[in-house]
């Protein structure tokens, strides 16, 4: 009876995970990715613009995940993948400018399972050849990478999905035997709602001038990195764009 509760407690963790595949280009590597999330008890898959599916060679080499493909979220922006999740998590292999907290999958996964108790979690992973664009990262509060050969660290995508699940189940029976601590893990918001404050404090930097007297775009990635490190609260949200409707209602 204990054994069956752990599982069952394993799998509504698991359940909070979302796998973001964003213009995948060969319908195989959709479904080899479906049948390494299954093994590993993830379910949820959203692909962003795939360029082959569903597809025969999709369904042929999920080798039996074909549940999770029947039932994949197809959508035509990475903003429509994640508009729901609390964390986005990108993988990348190299380390960007200007870039978020970049740790191994390890480290991170330990931290997405404490998370994953009250918060929905998107793993996002790029395009086969060139993967995630400088724009799609900055759509993610966190980067992570698979500690790799420094002279060969190409992975093929389903590989990389298959370790990184992987790493989430081993994190997950971690948590399991350290207990693990829900206190302090607080009503965070989900990027839809992190992004309208994004918006709105740009609009609100637009009305002052203050973007047309430096680079506008540079200074708006870092600060959404500034805010991404510290991931706001719904309470605290509110709080900072009651401040930028202020300061919008005193210039007009």
């Known amino acids: 009876?204990?054994?069956?509760?752990?599982?069952?407690?394993?799998?509504?963790?698991?359940?909070?995970?979302?796998?973001?595949?964003?213009?995948?280009?060969?319908?195989?590597?959709?479904?080899?990715?479906?049948?390494a999330m299954k093994t590993m008890g993830l379910t949820n898959l959203?692909?962003?613009?795939?360029?082959?599916?569903?597809?025969?060679?999709?369904?042929?080499?999920?080798?039996?995940?074909?549940?999770?493909?029947?039932?994949?979220i197809i959508v035509d922006s990475l903003e429509d993948a994640i508009k729901d999740s609390h964390i986005a998590i990108g993988f990348t292999a190299r380390k960007r400018e200007l870039s978020?907290?970049?740790?191994?999958?390890?480290?991170?996964?330990?931290n997405l399972i404490v998370s994953a108790e009250n918060q929905r979690i998107s793993l996002v992973f790029g395009n086969e050849t060139n993967g995630l664009s400088n724009d799609e990262i900055k759509h993610c509060q966190l980067l992570s990478f698979i500690d790799?050969?420094?002279?060969?660290?190409?992975?093929?995508?389903?590989?990389?999905?298959?370790?990184?699940?992987h790493e989430l189940r081993v994190a997950l029976d971690l948590a399991k035997d350290n207990a693990i601590?829900?206190?302090g893990l607080g009503s965070f918001v989900t990027y839809n709602e992190l992004n309208g404050f994004f918006i709105h404090l740009e609009d609100m930097l637009n009305d002052i001038g203050f973007l047309k007297k430096i680079q506008g775009e540079r200074l708006m990635q870092r600060l959404r990195l500034l805010f991404n490190r510290t991931q706001l609260d719904k309470d605290e949200i509110n709080i900072m764009r009651g401040i930028f409707t202020e300061i919008q209602k005193k210039i007009k």
């Open 1 to 35: 009876m204990l054994q069956r509760k752990v599982m069952h407690n394993k799998s509504n963790i698991l359940k909070q995970f979302n796998v973001v595949l964003c213009r995948t280009s060969h319908g195989g590597n959709i479904g080899s990715s479906a049948r």
């Open 46 to 72: 959203y692909l962003v613009k795939p360029k082959h599916f569903p597809s025969d060679e999709s369904y042929a080499l999920a080798a039996g995940a074909d549940d999770i493909l029947d039932k994949a």
């Open 100 to 110: 978020q907290p970049h740790k191994n999958i390890r480290e991170s996964a330990q």
């Open 148 to 165: 790799a050969n420094n002279d060969y660290s190409s992975l093929n995508l389903a590989q990389a999905v298959q370790i990184c699940c």
């Open 181 to 183: 601590n829900r206190e």
